[in-house]
């Protein structure tokens, strides 16, 4: 693509719109090549908008699950590691999980 004038540009590839930004200078050129994958799902997912959570009166739901737990259909497991720079495991994180389908929050 050759982009003649302008200082800011957003791309928009097929569906998957504002999928990024080019700025150059006023008068100059240059050049640069990316690879994209086009799944317009993940991209939808990743662009939503936040839920605006102020009115939402999530019901809490309490994580203790036994050790060796397995997930059926009723039940998924999701495992999640928080690290420092380092490489070790941070303490005392609070972590929810939020399902606004069901309108609950899954704490640990």
């Known amino acids: 693509m050759n982009i003649i004038g302008g200082n800011n540009w957003i791309v928009n590839i097929g569906e998957m719109k504002n999928y990024t930004a080019i700025s150059m200078p006023k008068y100059g050129e240059g050049s640069s090549s990316t690879a994209v994958t086009y799944d317009v799902d993940h991209w939808k997912r990743i662009t939503l908008l936040?839920?605006?959570r102020s009115n939402l009166k999530l019901e809490l739901v309490k994580q203790?699950?036994?050790?060796?737990?397995s997930s059926n259909p009723k039940t998924a497991i999701v495992e999640i590691q928080f690290l420092n720079p380092l490489g070790q495991a941070w303490r005392d994180v609070p972590l929810a999980l939020i399902a606004y389908e069901l309108n609950q929050s899954f704490y640990f």
């Open 64 to 69: 203790n699950l036994p050790p060796r737990q």
């Open 50 to 52: 936040p839920v605006d």
